[in-house]
């Protein structure tokens, strides 16, 4: 076993005097005492953990890029928090490694992914933490509920808009004009670049958290698009509801411009956005040619597989299906999937201590806190005008409305525990993306012949927990009914005859 190091301090503890040296003796000794091979020290002094943006620390950029290219086999860090102050980059980069089957040992929390345990908690991490982070994210969106209920607008406002004395939104004076012109333009058959153009050169910029900024072609489809100006808002669930305040632009002049957007659209029915993801993307694989199954959209608005080759031209005799038709085979599948008790307990075990490491949410809290009270007494004593006391209050409000209480991570915790027991039901509640995410951790190829999924190859270190719950699973199966789920030809083939659709490939 090849191990590398990545040591770093930032210039706070720098300062403080942090030793690297004291980091790179516990990789040694680690490295004796384990038999290991070093292999090289990554070395970043100065360097803050807690950007998102990994460009920022080149040495940890490069270090995860020489372990891509399996330049060492183990990654160790003296504690999680050299490795990154960021949950989210953390789980983001475990999957990475674990994809290039690189191990990671922290040697501080004891969480030694090297072994064959240690790389089934590695494999899950990157899928389950897109569950994870939207468990914690529910309770926060109560707030919200409760205002649409009273018909009442939620988030910031958009172009045009602004709020009355009683919180209703009402046109604002300096940028509804704007508002108004944009859809006039757009009803008389310009397309969103051209207003956006037109907007800009009459001075409008855009509204939001952003700051203002000129407008774009995506910015006005946004704008164009929004049904708020109906004097409608969200319903929660992808629908619109009659809101308190009044329409700002009539029915007929937001239809005309929907039907003028519409003869102006060059984008091909048959084919998704750029950028959507469906649960097989990048795993699907056609039986006939070999080539690759790409995503693409019926008239009906379904997402379909179809064949690129045969796309092309070529003489494949594959046809496109609805994808829900393959995605109701790997969930029957997915039930064949069990993790072992003891294995569970280790992979919570692991993840609350990889919780606990970047929970700051208290300390958090108790800054933004002390922040309100700062702001209050600015603005008392005239150093804050009431429009920028009200700004920054808001602000504040609204980080501390999205801190996570720990009851709720609790319950975050006790959903994880039953997404590890039952996979299909993960599968079963996951939009597209969170299935994708999941599909990728769990299988290196799906492949499709016709509407049926005759084959998988699963991630090697996942591949017993499949194949020693199917035998149990098809047993059962075929003593009791021959079809009983009308799609035992594919499921029977999921298994070990991966190896024959390697073998054909």
């Known amino acids: 076993m090849r191990a590398a190091l990545y040591a770093r301090v930032s210039t706070e503890e720098q300062v403080e005097g942090y030793s690297i ?9 680690l490295c004796e005492g384990r038999g290991w091979t070093p292999y090289r020290e990554y070395i970043e002094e100065g360097r803050s953990a807690r950007t998102e943006n990994i460009n920022k620390r080149p040495v940890f950029k490069q270090c995860i890029e020489d372990a891509l290219a399996r330049q060492f086999d183990v990654l160790v860090v ?49 899928a389950l933490a897109q569950f994870y982070s939207d468990n914690l994210s529910e309770e926060t969106k109560k707030g919200w509920h409760e205002r649409r209920a009273q018909g009442l607008y939620c988030g910031l406002l958009p172009f045009g808009a602004m709020k009355g004395e009683d919180g209703v939104p009402i046109p604002h004076p300096d940028t509804y004009p704007g508002l108004v012109m944009a859809f006039e333009l757009a009803a008389q058959g310009n397309s969103d670049r051209e207003v956006a153009m037109a907007l800009n050169a009459a001075g409008y910029r855009t509204a ?55 003869r102006n659209r060059k984008a091909p029915i048959n084919h998704p956005a750029k950028g959507t993801v469906s649960s097989l993307t990048g795993l699907t694989y056609c039986w006939y040619c070999k080539g690759r199954i790409h995503t693409g959209v019926s008239h009906a608005g379904k997402k379909r597989l179809f064949c690129y080759n ?11 299906a609805l994808l829900e038709v ?46 309100l009270e700062r ?7 005239g150093d804050l005008t009431e429009e920028e006391y009200v700004k920054e209050k808001k602000m504040t409000l609204r980080q501390l409305e999205a801190l996570t209480p720990a009851e709720l991570k609790s319950k975050a915790l006790d959903r994880l525990a039953e997404f590890l027991k039952n996979i299909a039901k993960a599968w079963k ?25 005759v084959a998988v190859k699963p991630r090697s270190e996942l591949k017993p927990f499949f194949q020693l719950s199917y035998e149990e699973w098809l047993k059962k199966f075929e003593s009791t009914d021959p079809n ?22």
């Open 21 to 29: 040296d004291a980091q790179r003796r516990a990789f040694r000794a």
């Open 78 to 126: 003296h504690k999680l928090d050299r490795f990154s102050r960021n949950l989210r980059i953390t789980l983001e980069q475990f999957e990475r490694l674990s994809k290039a089957n690189i191990s990671f040992v922290s040697i501080n929390e004891q969480m030694d992914f090297s072994t064959p345990m240690g790389k089934v908690f590695l494999a899950m991490a990157g």
């Open 208 to 262: 939001g958290n952003q700051g203002n900024r000129p407008f774009s072609k995506d910015t006005v489809r946004s704008m164009l698009q929004n049904r708020f100006y109906l004097g409608e808002i969200p319903d929660g669930n992808g629908g619109w509801m009659k809101a308190k305040h009044a329409p700002f632009v009539s029915e007929e002049l937001f239809n005309a411009a929907q039907e003028a957007r519409e």
């Open 310 to 320: 045969r796309s092309k031209g070529w003489k494949c005799p594959q046809k496109s």
């Open 326 to 371: 393959y995605e109701y085979q790997i969930e029957k599948y997915l039930e064949t999937f069990r993790l072992p008790e003891d294995y569970q307990a280790k992979i919570l075990e692991a993840h609350k201590k990889l919780q606990a490491t970047y929970d700051e949410s208290e300390k958090e809290r108790a800054r933004l806190k002390e922040q």
């Open 375 to 381: 702001l209050k007494k600015l603005f008392t004593w």
């Open 429 to 453: 509640e996951a939009n597209q993306e969170q299935r994708n995410k999941l599909a990728r951790q769990l299988f290196d190829e799906v492949w499709v012949k016709d509407k049926q999924v």
């Open 484 to 505: 009983p789920i009308g799609v035992a030809s594919a499921t029977r083939n999921l298994t070990s005859p991966h190896i024959e659709a390697q073998k054909r490939a």
